[in-house]
């Protein structure tokens, strides 16, 4: 019996798979595309490689023959769907790409999910679902049908498409939805990798708006750490949604100076306009994680940005 765990090459991906191994047999499927280098997801799978639990199966989850052939050679009983095209600004250029890939992989695999009668399915969320949202800090019960980017769009579809598996099939689903996450492997194009990087470097760090924009950052140890508690909730409950963040916000400018501090040097500031899509302010109310997961961050950005940039200089070399 084992897991399937798609994305699982990726920044989140390749965490939980090493957390997986520990006690499950995981089947990884990934199909390393060019949105950034792919040797950087390779190296992510080096330690998992060193298993012999581990199965990587390389293909696109739009590949539905590709697909059904990984549900006919393993015995699943759980999948954990983190495969998805990314970033809210690339949506904004390429909506029909992230249309087809969230919209009809996501599709593709719990169709699978049905064929093969899995019953345990875990959707990785996005805080991006909340949009413009007045409700200071986001709960799961917001209003959300106003999504501000292709992006966020795909993924609440692929959150009401799950919910209608679940009602049609008694698939068992939970979806946590990540805020803001960061640490070691985080994709290079994120906004504190890529400061990070032009920092070091001397080169300008863009950044859209006045600095007072706000996100709720939230360290991957403390999402692996969620993620693991929602399989349990998933193996109870029938449908579910849980906020998984710091519940505390960071302005950019703060993010910028706290970069700044772990590197030792400082940033050349390059003032852009705000950006179409991007929000004001991500924050996670997770108190029903805390109540229904026992969810419990530990780590603030004040001690995770160190962390990351110890692991930037490292790969560094």
């Given amino acids: 019996m084992a897991v399937l765990v798609t994305g699982g090459a990726g920044f989140i991906g390749s965490h939980l798979v090493e957390k997986l191994l520990n006690t499950e047999e995981v089947v990884c499927v990934d199909d390393f595309n060019d949105f950034y280098d792919p040797a950087i997801k390779r190296r992510n799978l080096e330690p998992a490689l060193q ?25 699943l009983t759980e999948v954990i769907h983190l495969a998805a095209r990314a970033g809210v600004r690339p949506s904004l250029k390429d909506p029909l790409l992230y249309e087809d890939v969230n919209g009809r992989g996501t599709l593709n695999i719990l169709e699978l999910c049905r064929k093969y009668d899995v019953k345990s399915f875990i959707f990785g969320g996005s805080s991006s679902v909340y949009g413009i949202n007045n409700n200071i800090p986001f709960s799961e019960d917001d209003e959300i049908s106003r999504p501000v980017s292709p992006y966020a769009a795909t993924k609440r579809a692929n959150e009401l498409m799950c919910y209608t598996y679940h009602h049609l099939y008694g698939i068992h689903v939970t ?11 985080q994709r290079p194009e994120m906004a504190i990798h890529k400061f990070t990087r032009l920092i070091d470097e001397g080169l300008e760090v863009p950044l859209y ?15 692996i750490q969620g993620v693991m508690a929602a399989r349990a909730a998933t193996a109870i409950g029938p449908y579910d949604i849980f906020n998984l963040g710091e519940s505390r916000t960071t302005e950019l400018r703060k993010l910028v100076t706290l970069i700044e501090e772990a590197l030792g040097k400082k940033a050349r500031i390059k003032r852009l306009s705000d950006q179409p899509g991007d929000v004001p302010v991500t924050y996670a109310d997770i108190s029903k994680s805390k109540r229904l997961l026992g969810y419990n961050p530990q780590i603030t950005v004040e001690e995770g940005i160190p962390l990351f940039v110890k692991w930037y200089q490292e790969m560094k070399g």
Wanted: hydrophobic fraction near 30%; glycine fraction near 10%; aromatic fraction near 18%.
């Fill in 175 to 185: 979806v946590p939805r990540f805020f803001t996450v960061y640490g070691p492997r």
């Fill in 51 to 75: 298993s012999r639990n581990f199965h990587l199966r390389q293909g696109d989850i739009r590949d539905l023959p590709f697909m059904e052939g990984v549900f006919r050679d393993f015995p």
């Fill in 209 to 223: 708006g006045d600095g007072s924009s706000r996100r709720d950052y939230t360290y991957i140890d403390d999402i």
